[in-house]
C-alpha cells in the first residue's frame, strides 16, 4: 500500500452508493486513498456533492451540467454553480464538455451550454474538469477564441497522441482511471508514457470504469490503489514516488482548497 492517494474524479453521489457512502469512504482509506473528489453532472448531483463534502470530511466536489444533460440547463443554473463555487469544499466547476459518443442533446446545445460554464470558470478562474467524447473535432473550436480558466482537465483521457500534444500545448492536464488497466488500452498507455508525469492526474470515474481484476462489478475509490501500479510502470516509477508526484499535482491543480491530509 502507498502512502496518500487521492481520487479526483468519483461519483458517490450516484444511486448505486445510496446505500453505503460511509463503508466505501472507509474502504478508501484502508487502501490509502484519503481524499476523493466527487463531481457533478446535473444540478440535482451537484447540490448532492456538496452535501457529501460537508458531511465527509474526505469528499471535496466540483459543480456543473455534464453534456448528457444539456436540455435541462438554463441560466438560473448558471447563476447557482457561480454561487456554488464560494462554498469551501467546493474546487471548482466539472463534468462539462461535449459527447457525441452517445449524443443524447443536439450538438449546437452542447456548445451552447459547455460554453456558457467555461466561460464562468475562465471568469471565476476555477480548476475545471472536462468530458470531452468523440467530439475533439468540435471542443478545440469551442474553446479557441475564448478566455480560459488557467487550471483545465480533460478527465478520462482516451484521445490520441496527435489530441494530447494538442491539449498540452494549451495547458490542459490528464487523468486516467480503470481504462489504463484495460489489456486493450495500448494507445492510452502509450499516450500516458508521453504525457509529463506532472500533467496527470488518477481518477476511477466509479462506479464505472473498474480496473482490470474488477471489471463488471461496482468501480469505487479504492481502486485508485490498482490503477497506480499500472501508472507507475508506465512512467517507470515506483509507486512511493508516483504517488508523492500526483499530491502535489493535486495540490497545485486544485489549489488552497483542497486540505493537505
Ligand atoms: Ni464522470
Redesign the pocket.
Known amino acids: 500500500m502507498s502512502s496518500t492517494l487521492i481520487d479526483i ?3 458517490l453521489e450516484d444511486e448505486k452508493f445510496s446505500e453505503d457512502v460511509r463503508e466505501t469512504i472507509e474502504r478508501a482509506m484502508e487502501a490509502g486513498v484519503n481524499q476523493i473528489i466527487n ?1 457533478g ?1 446535473s444540478m440535482p448531483e451537484s447540490e448532492k456533492v456538496i452535501k457529501i463534502s460537508q458531511e465527509y470530511p474526505q469528499c471535496y466536489c466540483l459543480v456543473g451540467v ?1 453534456p448528457h444533460n444539456a436540455k435541462e440547463f438554463n441560466d438560473v443554473d448558471l447563476a447557482k454553480i457561480d454561487e456554488y463555487t464560494k462554498l469551501d469544499k467546493v474546487l471548482g466547476i466539472g ?1 462539462i464538455g461535449l459527447d457525441y459518443f452517445y449524443d443524447f442533446a443536439p450538438k449546437e446545445l452542447q456548445i451552447e451550454v459547455f460554453q456558457k460554464q467555461w466561460k464562468l470558470a475562465a471568469s471565476l478562474d476555477v480548476p475545471v474538469e472536462l ?1 470531452i467524447r468523440d467530439a475533439y473535432e468540435d471542443f478545440f473550436p469551442a474553446i479557441s477564441n475564448l478566455p480560459a480558466p488557467t487550471k483545465k482537465l480533460l ?2 483521457f482516451s484521445g490520441d497522441l496527435e489530441i494530447a500534444k494538442k491539449a498540452l500545448d494549451l495547458g490542459f492536464e490528464f487523468s486516467i482511471g480503470g481504462v489504463l488497466t484495460f489489456p486493450k488500452s495500448e494507445v492510452t498507455r502509450e499516450v500516458f508514457k508521453y504525457i509529463p508525469v506532472e500533467r496527470i492526474h488518477l ?1 476511477t ?1 466509479c462506479p ?1 470504469l473498474a480496473p482490470q481484476g474488477k471489471r463488471g462489478k461496482r468501480n469505487e475509490p479504492a481502486n485508485v490503489s490498482i490503477t497506480i501500479e499500472t501508472l507507475a510502470k508506465v512512467k517507470n516509477l515506483s509507486v512511493d514516488e508516483l504517488s508523492e508526484i500526483l499530491i502535489d499535482n493535486a495540490h497545485r491543480f486544485f489549489g488552497k482548497k483542497l486540505g493537505f491530509v
Open positions: 474524479h468519483a461519483h463531481v453532472c455534464h463534468e468530458h478527465h478520462c481518477e470515474d464505472y
